[in-house]
């Protein structure tokens, strides 16, 4: 049996939970921003990702990815910037019938080993029957004011169920 240092042995064992985590998000394409002789270049990466809580609505987000020695270790921090369409791509529909909460988080995903994250958040505009989705990003200690927001209008026929507040 092979002794480890401990700080190796956290190490390890936060790579494994990192990697044992499940990926909601499927990348759609990529494109190259500044090439990096060492590692991967620097890059825009364009995700989907469903709304777990709404059928046929698909979430768009193109957010800067870090490469050189330290993405492809995992050390590098990516930039707050990112942006974010959301589309019907399906009929809209409600399982379970439970309503949906005035706002709530829909996704979250790590862009830096440890403080900053990446968020998209859902909000309902009851008044005009409408989704909202915000994407930002926010750190332990200063988050970042950028944002990107866009909406999905669901057709009147079928009313968003919203919980009460």
């Known amino acids: 049996m092979h002794r480890f ?50 059928q046929g609505v698909t979430c768009y987000v193109s957010r800067a990815k870090t490469g050189g020695i330290k993405g492809a270790v995992g050390l590098a921090e990516d930039k707050a910037e990112a942006a974010i369409a959301c589309r019907q791509t399906g009929p ?24 900053k994250r990446l968020r998209v958040v859902r909000m309902v505009d009851r008044q005009r029957n409408t989704l909202v989705y915000l994407t930002y990003s926010d750190r332990v200690i200063e988050g970042s004011p950028q944002n990107s927001v866009t909406a999905v209008p669901v057709d009147r026929a079928t009313p968003i169920p919203v919980a009460a507040r």
């Open 92 to 115: 809209v529909a409600f399982p379970a019938g439970k309503p949906l909460p005035q706002q709530e988080e829909m996704f979250s995903e790590r862009i830096s080993l440890v403080f």
């Open 5 to 54: 240092s401990p700080v190796l042995r956290a190490a390890l064992a936060a790579a494994c939970a990192l990697a044992a985590v499940p990926g909601r998000a499927e990348t759609i394409g990529e494109v190259d921003t500044v090439f990096k002789l060492i590692g991967p270049d620097h890059k825009i990466v364009v995700d989907a990702y469903d709304d777990p809580k709404v």
